[in-house]
């Protein structure tokens, strides 16, 4: 029951309810009339015998976002990751300031993503949508706020620059593993990283943090479970989702680079006196993982020697290579998906859809000619 009673001149009350186990009370003074004290007490009473009351019910939206970071994301995903949840973090303290999160308005909410919108590309919209999305059903569940004011909301946006996805054809990817075969060395690690990528699919700071056990040699397989933070050198990571954790099979030829630069590494660290105790698999001679920039800059160099179409292609241009040729070979799209480790397959469709619609004409023309010969 809610206590009511005088504090110094005015009306004061006092809730008291249990959070984690432990009785906490929520308390409010500056009521002119007992009656105004009354309302507020009923209304509170009613929250805590329905959906619940929380100690951080006055919490600014800004203040709330910023403590979900630190607890869900800060130190568990790479720096690029951090760095964009920080970023959303100052543009909700510069937007809402002090504005308390149970007050936020889908109307004022829709401002904020219109005012984002405004110079930045739908894509990076929608990707700040959904960080602060999850962050509201978190609070939900914690009962500090009891609508979702992301609900519905309209995504806008500048068109990106180039919504195709960028990849090499064939002949180019026959011609930069060429170069690369020739090349590779514990000297320039980065060739290797390349054959792997083209060979795997596999994201650049999964192949970064591949380690030589999750390498099996006799099934021709790599278990893709961890990834490495090339940037701020802090070490391992996790994955980027629960599927990208993964067992995936790989060609005989990259068994075979990979045994090669394994070789490599024994006698090279024996000279050295140096130990891989984290066994990570594509350490150079300076002991380091070459970062995604500096594999970057050798692809875009083989890229201008074969005279590729498109020199702009990164490592994650390879992954979409990779993807593409299975895809027009005729490969299970739910295959392509487990094997690119996509949290489902609607991803998978939606980033290659131009790839899907050519191969539905196709195959619209197929089906027509085996319906006319029955």
């Known amino acids: 029951m809610a206590q009511i009673y005088k504090k110094q001149g005015s009306w004061a009350v006092r809730v ?22 009354e309302i507020y007490a009923t209304d509170l009473e009613n929250k805590k015998n329905t959906s619940g009351v929380s100690t951080l019910m006055d919490i600014t939206f800004s203040d709330y976002f910023k403590q979900w970071i630190n607890t869900y994301k800060l ?25 308390k999160f149970k007050d936020i308005t889908r109307q004022h909410y829709q401002q904020f993503v219109d005012s984002y919108a405004k110079n930045h590309a739908k894509h990076t919209v929608l990707r700040l949508n959904s960080s602060i999305k999850a962050c509201i059903a978190d609070a939900i569940d914690e009962r500090i706020i009891f609508s979702d004011f992301t609900r519905r909301a309209f995504i806008g946006g500048l068109e990106s620059k180039s919504s195709d996805v960028k990849y090499l054809e064939i002949d180019e990817v026959k011609n930069v593993k060429k170069i690369a075969v020739t090349k590779a060395s514990i000297l320039t690690v980065a060739y290797y990283e390349i054959l792997l990528a083209i060979d795997s699919g596999a994201r650049y700071g999964e192949i970064a943090g591949l380690t030589w056990d999750c390498v099996n040699f006799k099934k021709d397989e790599i ?59 594509f350490l150079n001679y300076k002991l380091t993982v070459p970062s995604s920039g500096g594999a970057n800059k050798v692809l875009r160099k083989m890229l201008s020697d074969v005279g590729a179409k498109n020199k702009d292609i990164g490592m994650h241009g390879l992954r979409h ?54």
């Open 321 to 374: 290579t990779h993807a593409s040729i299975l895809i027009n070979q005729g490969v299970l799209i739910d295959y392509v998906s487990e094997r690119l480790g996509h949290s489902n397959v609607a991803v998978t469709i939606e980033v290659y859809r131009h790839l899907l619609e050519s191969k539905r004409v196709q195959e619209s023309e197929r089906t027509i000619e085996i319906i006319s010969n029955l």
């Open 16 to 37: 008291y309810f249990e959070e984690n186990g432990k009785r906490k009370s929520k308390n409010k003074q500056g009521f002119r009339t007992k009656k105004e004290a």
């Open 75 to 99: 130190g568990k995903f790479s720096k690029n990751v951090e760095n964009r949840y920080k970023r959303t973090a100052s543009l909700i303290s510069d937007f809402f300031g002090n504005d």
């Open 223 to 281: 278990t893709i479970n961890k990834t490495y933070d090339y940037v701020g050198r802090t070490g391992f990571k996790p994955t980027k989702n629960k599927q990208s954790v993964r067992t995936i099979s790989i060609s005989p030829f990259m068994v075979g680079q990979l045994k090669k630069l394994k070789a490599e590494q024994a006698e090279y660290f024996f000279k050295k006196g140096f130990r891989n105790d984290e066994k990570l698999v």
